[in-house]
């Protein structure tokens, strides 16, 4: 997260102000400089941290992790999060695949973590057993240890969602914090004095972006509890949060909250940041109607960094748009050739960033040069206008406008969410999920579907499941239909 050096620095500045805070814990910037002094020291002094490069942690969002990120960070140990909704085949997959030499758990992964480790060997570190002896002050005979001394090569790996498959391993040798934080603490205001809400898990790599800009600045760190979205609608309030990135499908909980009045109070928010996944036309009116004219929409990828922005403005004026380039990104639209195509023609999405991965480790990257010009292609379709905007279409289905299709499904009264994929069949498969009129409102998206010119398809009515980090999770979706389909 937040290495020693810089930390000293944001403590000597801002020694007493709350850097974390969870529910009733306060941890000032002292406290977190300190701790992770400690850590630092206590951990050199207990393992061979010439052996450890790299450590995967299966924990909730606490205020420890965000330590043990400082500690290991000071350290140059690579330390990233494996999803919580992944059965333990696939955790070890991912800890293989990164050939990690150590595990950070909290108590309620704990039989996980044993099931795990048999065979791996892995080196393990229980939070609730072990973090207070791990950041107590180190005995006087310790040795101090230098951090500096340390002469590894950059990196930064991070898992792909992996909700319609194995997980991605995305690796990078180079940092592009440097250039994004003062961009984006320029561009949109960001001081000392923000409260940023965390809503996303510590393994999603925008909980861990975000969060690292705000430390830098001396801000404030929330951590919510991600599992209920009523709980962080009150957290705005209660907490007067002034910023906090959302994905759609927790951001429609937060807003129905307040539309529904289950959480009364004055607002505070001065910046919304949505994306993760498509973010429903309808759901940028309400969320503004609700918050007001600060909610934002990005575009972009565990693999690409953030590389496309719409203003509050645009949500409203081009709701279907998701945004014009950031600095430092360029977007193409390229054929089945990979040969760029004209403007309003709908293609591949190929992007071009210093925010860019060098590549996967477990995978073939989809890159292509185009003008000298190193470009990802990306799985996602659409095209650009004239002005520059950006208009997603579909991802990995090229030949359906399925957001257009998700956009006037969901303005149905009585839908609240929709989810349209081609299944193994070829056939189009439209997931409602429906909270009243149910016969009159399946009527109404056949409509929809046939006066688009679809004839073979199946509408579903049930929950669509989707990961803590905001993403559908294909695989158990793709079961769920099949269930309802043979009953």
């Not at 500096?148 to 898992?159: A, D, K, M, T, W």
Request: hydrophobic letters at 35%; proline letters at 3%.
């Amino acid at each position: 997260m937040i290495p020693l050096s810089k930390l000293k620095k944001m403590s000597d500045k801002y020694p007493q102000k709350a850097a974390i805070i969870e529910g009733n814990k306060v941890l000032t910037y002292n406290d977190l400089y300190t701790m992770t002094g400690n850590g630092v020291s206590n951990i050199v002094s207990k393992y061979n941290i010439q052996k450890l490069k790299r450590i995967v942690f299966i924990s909730e969002n606490r205020y420890e992790m965000l330590v043990l990120m400082s500690i290991f960070s000071t350290l140059k140990v690579t330390f990233l999060g494996l999803g919580l909704y992944r059965e333990y085949p696939k955790k070890i997959e991912c800890i293989k695949s990164i050939d990690a030499e150590g595990i950070v758990y909290t108590k309620r992964y704990a039989d996980e973590v044993k099931l795990i480790n048999k065979g791996l060997n892995l080196l393990t570190i229980c939070v609730d057993k072990e973090f207070t002896d791990l950041v107590r002050k180190p005995d006087e005979t310790q040795q101090e240890f230098d951090a500096s001394g340390i002469s590894r090569p950059f990196e930064s790996i991070s898992f792909t969602s992996g909700t319609s498959g194995i997980p991605k391993v995305v690796y990078r040798d180079k940092s592009f914090d440097g250039r994004r934080f003062p961009y984006l603490i320029d561009r949109f205001g960001f001081t000392e004095l923000d409260l940023f809400l965390v809503t996303v898990p510590f393994y999603h790599v925008s909980a861990m972006g975000w969060g690292r800009l705000f430390l830098n600045i001396g801000a404030t760190i929330v951590l919510g509890d991600i599992n209920n979205p009523v709980s962080m609608a009150a957290d705005l309030v209660k907490y007067k949060i002034t910023t906090t990135l959302i994905v759609p499908n927790i951001l429609e909980k937060m807003t129905k909250a307040f539309e529904e009045r289950v959480v009364e109070g004055s607002i505070s928010l001065n910046f919304i940041i949505v994306g993760g996944k498509h973010f429903p036309a309808d759901l940028k009116r309400r969320s503004i109607n609700v918050f007001g004219s600060i909610v934002h929409e990005y575009y972009g990828s565990t693999e690409t960094g953030v590389n496309v922005i719409a203003e509050p403005h645009d949500l409203i004026a081009i709701a279907d748009s998701s945004g014009k380039e950031m600095d430092g990104s360029r977007v193409k639209i390229l054929d089945d050739r990979n040969i760029p195509l004209p403007r309003g023609i709908k293609g591949h999405v190929a992007i071009s960033s210093y925010q860019n991965m060098k590549g996967y480790l477990n995978a073939e990257s989809n890159k292509v040069e185009i003008e000298d010009t190193d470009y990802i292609v990306t799985p996602d379709y659409g095209w650009m206008d004239d002005n520059g905007y950006l208009f997603l279409t579909s991802r990995s289905t090229p030949d359906i406008n399925i957001y257009k299709l998700e956009n006037e499904i969901v303005r149905i009264n009585g839908i609240e969410d929709s989810y349209i994929f081609t299944g193994d069949d070829d056939r189009l498969y439209c997931v409602v999920t429906i909270n009243h009129e149910l016969n009159s409102n399946l009527t109404k998206v056949k409509n929809i579907l046939e006066s688009n010119g679809f004839n073979d398809f199946k509408i579903i009515n049930t929950v669509i499941p989707y990961s803590m980090s905001g993403k559908v999770n294909l695989e158990k979706l793709k079961g769920m239909v099949i269930r309802v389909s043979n009953r």
